[in-house]
């Protein structure tokens, strides 16, 4: 699958294949991902979604669970299960348990540090079928039968076993973080952990991941270690009494992130060893931004703090006395204000955002490369390409001239011509009709946010909104014709935005504010530019309903801008905007009610810049933030944004 971006982008197949249904998942790990191997037996583990305990070191459901539901598989049984069928997937993943095997360890006297004494994971039967060597739990040779025979009847030899991993997804990982903790924990100081562990654990990881790739995997995900500095258990055993051992924001142990970070360094470059194809789900960001900002992922009891612990104790509520589903410790009414669950695992609430909210920007998340825009010079664009410029229109420059309007367009670029450039493009992409027609079929176009320059252009310019909302159905047409192009040359699956809802720009409510209270609506938007804006969205979806039936064969879906930018609005601080929704980050040096003058606009001379940006849900008055877009593009992958959403392929 490519992504084909008109606002206007182009992209080139998916590196992760979302566009086809997977058969089966596949799992190996540790207590991250362990769903039964090693059982955990007494609550309050599981209280959350299962009300019993699963053998999950959480309250609830782990990111590998989220993920099968995103796929629509069920939850993964633990491969040790007696008569449970494997045919749409297993997890062979165990608690404790280590990348290197047990004479690594026995040899440097830590053995008895190790909480289960293999790195295979095999149940006793099937390990006759397989070389137990490292990270062999998960490297069923060629010529066995175990994995294919017990997940697919049908399948008899080497040949099919490929094609049905082909169509599998295979989570790798996450792997190391109990060999640091054996080391660790023996006495070993965290220099000599990096230096004799780190490159040992990345190298049996990508060999593993070359197996596995020998056997027919395609899609696999390789998550990274942890900020194990950020652990409540990290922080109770090791602490300091030098201030400088502590990241000044986040207030975990710098030495610990440190080697976490190592791990992760050494893990990209073996991947990038490895073919692109093989994305790296990132652990470590993900929750060191947990810790430097618990509130914008609604964490409010912090991310240091554990919630099952040693009844109230301590800075970090840990106690090795009185851990979790032992005498002595207590719950916390809420696990969702949560980070950390027992100390050292998540909590459920934690392992859902690192899937369905790990702010990824759009092609990054479908594992595609930033797109290049159109223009730039000597780059290879079968991977996808943005046609989109500031301020372009839907409407064409003759448009806007015949009304006395041109001198105010910021550039000359409207839709069509964007679509142009694109057909110009398509010789370099795919060399017959045929051909153009099979590439873009398997390509992702979004096409807009387009209008809201052609309406701004007039309203800027002191039109009555009369003449303004004349544009709109003109607006429509050029859309509706946009997209019927790029189905006639083949394209399938298109994403068409919405317009944002203007009246809550901080730029819209300095220019046009009123003194009659009856203009804002109770979040203090304004009303008639709201009201415009969703009148646009309103006729924009039945355009789209119009283009789904007459295209049957064709995937085009509406893409809302306007709900997820209300919420946002409507209660900032629930997602994790301090500084406001209706205040620009960037512009004119605090001053004003918006902070918003056109004398003093974002990037000029006596502009200024808030602390962070992603407190703040507007940029610079008229866009948005990085984190803001992030929680809609989430919302176009996933839903419930855009419905139906980008990874739902039909």
């Known amino acids: 699958m490519k992504l084909l971006v008109l606002f206007f982008v182009?992209?080139?197949s998916?590196?992760?294949?979302?566009?086809?249904?997977?058969?089966?998942?596949?799992?190996?790990?540790?207590?991250?991902?362990?769903?039964?191997?090693?059982?955990?037996?007494?609550?309050?583990?599981?209280?959350?979604?299962?009300?019993?305990?699963?053998?999950?070191?959480?309250?609830?459901?782990?990111?590998?669970?989220?993920?099968?539901?995103?796929?629509?598989?069920?939850?993964?049984?633990?491969?040790?299960?007696?008569?449970?069928?494997?045919?749409?997937?297993?997890n062979f993943a165990f608690i404790a348990a280590p990348a290197l095997p047990f004479e690594f360890y026995h040899e440097r006297g830590l053995s008895k540090g190790l909480w289960v004494s293999r790195s295979c994971c095999l149940p006793s039967a099937a390990r006759r079928k397989v070389s137990c060597d490292p990270m062999s739990c998960i490297l069923i040779s060629p010529s066995s039968s175990y994995m294919c025979s017990s997940t697919h009847h049908e399948i008899v030899g080497d040949a099919d076993c490929k094609d049905f991993l082909s169509k599998s997804l295979v989570v790798f990982g996450e792997f190391g973080g109990n060999d640091y903790?054996?080391?660790?924990?023996?006495?070993?100081?965290?220099?000599?952990?990096?230096?004799?562990?780190?490159?040992?654990?990345?190298q049996a990881i990508a060999e593993g991941v070359e197996r596995l790739i020998g056997l027919g995997a395609v899609d696999l995900i390789v998550p990274s270690v942890l900020p194990v500095g950020c652990f409540p258990l990290y922080l109770t055993l090791y602490s300091s009494s030098n201030p400088e051992d502590y990241g000044p924001r986040s207030g975990c142990a710098r030495k610990l992130n440190a080697l976490s970070w190592y791990h992760n360094a050494l893990l990209r470059r073996q991947r990038n060893r490895l073919r692109q194809k093989y994305p790296t789900a990132d652990y470590h960001a993900q929750v060191f931004d947990f810790a430097l900002?618990?509130?914008?992922?609604?964490?409010?009891?912090?991310?240091?703090?554990?919630?099952?612990?040693?009844?109230?104790?301590?800075?970090?509520?840990?106690?090795?006395?009185?851990?979790?589903?032992?005498?002595?410790?207590?719950?916390?009414?809420?696990?969702?204000?949560?980070?950390?669950?027992?100390?050292i695992h998540m909590t459920e609430a934690a392992h859902r955002i690192i899937v369905h909210f790990d702010a990824w920007p759009l092609p990054e998340a479908v594992g595609l490369p930033l797109l290049p825009p159109s223009t730039a010079k000597g780059k290879n664009f079968r991977r996808g390409a943005n046609f989109a410029y500031t301020a372009a229109t839907a409407l064409e420059?003759?448009?806007?001239?015949?009304?006395?309007?041109?001198?105010?367009?910021?550039?000359?670029?409207?839709?069509?011509?964007?679509?142009?450039?694109?057909?110009?493009?398509?010789?370099?992409?795919?060399?017959?009709?045929?051909?153009?027609?099979?590439?873009?079929?398997?390509?992702?176009?979004?096409?807009?946010?387009?209008?809201?320059?052609?309406?701004?252009?007039?309203?800027?310019?002191?039109r009555s909104m009369a003449e303004v909302n004349s544009y709109v159905p003109k607006v429509m047409r050029a859309i509706k014709f946009g997209v019927q192009r790029l189905i006639g040359h083949g394209a399938i699956d298109i994403v068409v935005p919405g317009m944002l809802p203007i009246g809550c720009f901080p730029l819209y409510l300095t220019l046009y504010g009123s003194s009659n209270?009856?203009?804002?609506?109770?979040?203090?938007?304004?009303?008639?530019?709201?009201?415009?804006?969703?009148?646009?969205?309103?006729?924009?979806?039945?355009?789209?309903?119009?283009?789904?039936?007459?295209?049957?064969?064709?995937?085009?879906?509406?893409?809302?801008?306007?709900?997820?930018?209300?919420?946002?609005?409507?209660?900032?601080?629930?997602?994790?905007?301090?500084?406001?929704?209706?205040?620009?980050?960037?512009?004119?040096?605090?001053?004003?009610?918006?902070?918003?003058?056109?004398?003093?606009?974002?990037?000029?001379?006596?502009?200024?810049?808030?602390?962070?940006?992603?407190?703040?849900?507007?940029?610079?008055?008229?866009?948005?933030?990085?984190?803001?877009?992030?929680?809609?593009?989430?919302?176009?992958?996933?839903?419930?944004?855009?419905?139906?959403?980008?990874?739902?392929?039909?």
């Open 10 to 12: 182009l992209t080139s």
């Open 14 to 90: 998916f590196d992760i294949s979302f566009s086809q249904r997977y058969n089966a998942l596949f799992n190996f790990g540790d207590s991250l991902s362990d769903t039964g191997n090693v059982v955990i037996s007494s609550l309050p583990y599981g209280m959350t979604y299962f009300g019993r305990a699963t053998g999950r070191a959480s309250d609830g459901r782990l990111v590998i669970d989220f993920i099968a539901e995103g796929i629509g598989l069920p939850h993964l049984p633990p491969n040790t299960a007696k008569n449970v069928s494997f045919h749409r997937g297993v």
């Open 181 to 202: 903790n054996t080391g660790i924990f023996g006495g070993l100081p965290v220099l000599e952990v990096r230096s004799t562990f780190v490159p040992r654990i990345t």
């Open 293 to 343: 900002k618990p509130l914008k992922y609604g964490f409010k009891d912090g991310a240091l703090r554990t919630c099952c612990g040693a009844a109230g104790m301590g800075r970090y509520n840990f106690n090795l006395r009185a851990k979790c589903d032992q005498n002595g410790p207590s719950v916390c009414p809420d696990p969702t204000t949560h980070v950390s669950w027992d100390g």
């Open 397 to 462: 420059f003759g448009f806007f001239d015949r009304r006395g309007l041109s001198g105010k367009l910021w550039v000359n670029s409207s839709l069509s011509s964007q679509v142009r450039s694109f057909e110009k493009m398509m010789p370099s992409l795919c060399s017959s009709t045929q051909v153009c027609k099979a590439y873009l079929s398997r390509s992702l176009f979004i096409v807009g946010e387009f209008g809201g320059n052609d309406y701004n252009t007039a309203i800027f310019a002191s």
């Open 517 to 650: 209270k009856n203009d804002y609506t109770d979040i203090g938007c304004l009303r008639n530019y709201n009201d415009f804006a969703a009148h646009h969205n309103s006729f924009l979806q039945r355009v789209i309903y119009g283009l789904q039936r007459k295209y049957s064969w064709t995937r085009i879906r509406y893409a809302d801008y306007y709900s997820p930018t209300l919420r946002f609005a409507s209660n900032p601080t629930k997602y994790g905007f301090t500084g406001g929704a209706l205040k620009a980050c960037c512009g004119a040096g605090g001053s004003g009610k918006y902070n918003v003058n056109l004398g003093k606009v974002c990037a000029k001379r006596g502009s200024s810049v808030c602390k962070d940006p992603s407190t703040y849900v507007s940029w610079d008055g008229s866009h948005l933030t990085e984190t803001a877009y992030n929680l809609i593009a989430d919302g176009w992958l996933r839903g419930p944004y855009a419905k139906p959403s980008i990874m739902q392929w039909s």
